[in-house]
């Protein structure tokens, strides 16, 4: 495919007058779009509606005489999208690091793989097919695995697959690569590439808006690398845009609105110069240990993906990292990763961090099974999923086990298990650990120290047995994300349901209360690390609760800093009382609201 400028309605602005004014021209009645806000921040300016044009085959048939011909044409695409891929790989170095261009080199190393190579050329050769067929053939056999998974991190990476091969195909066409939009624009389309964002930026773009994905996909954490907002999985939004319309874009809230009234400018203008004011301010608290207004330290730390994060997290004020999610060492290669692989790995993340404290969740995988079992779940997030998996098939558990005793060093990494449901499968882990760590310890050449033992606690079933379990592991740590959705049968991925998410529900915030009291009573330690710990509104509920470990964002830890110094633990003590008597979200909401206000 490639990208066509959408037609102009005899409304749109023409695209060579697009502006990067705050004020441009408008007509039409104000409305707004919700969707998922993945990158913070505000803009405001004209629409730049792109559609991906649908190609238009030149052969349907291969003759035979024209075998040869089609191979070479197979592999000057291959060429053409190497070099394109390069130079947006350079582009990224040069803008954001190596730690995203690394994205676009596994790209290239798939062009490169020889198993894909002979398996499309032998194809063409022997079953005489044009090799647009015999390439969408291959990539939708993991594309469809992919895209109907039930896990939302398998649907995201599906993307990057999606633009290998559509890449491959426009170059086999010999279609020209676009990477131009008007400046300062806000690029509204169905769907974005990370090639895309990364290209389309360097004409300052102000902001992304899309149909299609999540928090967590690489168009998304690339675009909070570069500091530009996007709002994600706005249904059929892009269908509605209409190029040169104003449009301003929330990423803070997941809303765009387009057609905005004078008023609701001034609104967002106002609120961005108070963003800018607080960030300031921001970055003064985060070099700064966090402490109540009666003194009562809380520590806070980082929830990250990868090791390149680290080299980040002391100008963000991360006492450590609290959350490691090891999952994308598993995808990358769509198998397990190898033990030394892994312990390299881990041991580089922990003498980063020393003596800073390294959590490491254990590959918390499931929801599709790609590699593990030919049958399609019927509900995969109710299935074979996290620690399930982790015991039913030993050789991944005792692997990544075995890397991460060997990889502690420095004493200062710790394990934590992910989706435990029952006192046996915390015992299962635990003495795994036992029994790997001593026979380790027997042949080290070095003093190794036993890691920590952590249980998540992100099942209603985890709750329920929270007294059993805090008295077995060295600390525990609520995933809200996870815990909310299962309470209260709500996929938050699922758009139809989404306003059903609710975190500050009665249930959760009395299942928070429960878990943090009952772990401190058994001298147990607990930390946050979903995304309700970054919430303005449930910090000093938590406090109240007695938590005073925080894993969050990192982007998130100096405005969370700043905050807590607001209160004192008497009041917020005070506010959770009040709060586990409410019998609504919306009256916790008012009451919690009322006394961030007051403060």
Partial sequence: ?????????????????????????????????????????????ETYKFVKETIEHEIAELSPENIEQEVERFMTALRRSEKELKKIERVTTRKIGRFYSDLFQAQIMLLEDPVLIETITRRIRAEIKPAHLVIEQEFDKYLDNFINSDDIIFRERAADLHDIKERIIRNLHIRKLHSWVPEGSIVVSHHLSPADIILFSRSNIKGFATDTGGKTSHISLICKSLNIPIVVGLGNFSQKAVSGERIILDGNAGLVITNPEEATVDTYLRKREEESRREADDS??????????????????????????IEHLDSMGAEGVGLFRTENLFLDDLKPPKEAAQQEYYREMGEMLTPKPLVIRLFDIGGDKLIYSPVKEPNPNLGWRGVRI????????????????????????????????????????????????????????????????????????????????????????????????????????????QDLFEKFHPAIIRQLHRVITTAQK????????????????????????????FSIVSSDIPALKAMVGKYTVEECEALAAECLKLSSASAIKARLEAFVKAH
Avoid at 6 to 27: L, M, W
Avoid at 30 to 40: D, F, L, P, V
Avoid at 292 to 308: L, Q
Avoid at 439 to 455: C, D, M, N, S, V
């Fill in 390 to 497: 982790l015991i039913d098939v030993p050789e991944i558990l005792d692997t990544q086990l075995q890397a991460v005793i060997k990889a502690n060093i420095h004493g200062n990494i710790d394990v934590l298990i992910p989706m435990i449901s029952s006192v046996e499968e915390v015992m299962h882990i635990k003495q795994a650990i036992e029994k790997h760590y001593n026979t380790i310890k027997t042949h080290a050449h070095e003093p190794l120290e036993k890691p920590g033992i952590g249980a998540m606690i992100e099942l209603p079933a985890a709750v329920e047995l929270i007294d059993e379990i805090s008295r077995i592991v060295d600390f525990v740590s609520i995933g809200t994300n996870d815990l909310t959705q299962y309470t209260l049968a709500v996929d938050r991925n699922n758009l139809i349901v």
């Fill in 284 to 309: 003064i608290m985060a070099h700064r240990h966090a402490f109540t207004r009666c003194g009562a330290r809380i520590s806070v730390c980082s929830n990250i993906d990868f090791k390149e994060e």
């Fill in 1 to 45: 495919m490639v990208y066509r400028k959408a037609p102009k309605s005899s409304g749109d602005a023409p695209d060579s007058h697009a502006s990067s004014s705050d004020h441009p021209a408008t007509s039409g009645k104000e409305r707004q779009y919700r969707g998922i806000g993945s990158a913070k921040g505000f803009a405001i300016g």
């Fill in 522 to 549: 058994n001298h147990c330690r607990v930390s946050l690390c979903g995304d309700m710990g970054s919430d303005p509104l449930a910090t000093p509920y938590l406090i109240g609760c007695g938590l005073r470990e």
